[in-house]
């Protein structure tokens, strides 16, 4: 995934992941060249382990 359309997903802007990426946090990605990229499965992972259950 790009970083416009990982952004899209998250519902957050495209900068607040180039600030995840500078502060070491948000999903892993790739970087090729200048390129960044985002792999579905890496993305899938941060998010299962940012899923937060209601108690009850």
Do not use: Q, S
């Amino acid at each position: 995934m790009t970083t416009e359309e990982l952004a899209a997903h998250l519902r957050v802007e495209p900068k607040t992941l180039a600030n995840w990426r500078y502060l070491g946090r948000g999903p892993i990605y790739v970087k090729d060249g200048g390129l960044v990229r985002y792999r579905r499965e890496d993305v899938e992972a941060w998010e299962r382990d940012h899923t937060v259950r209601p108690t009850a």
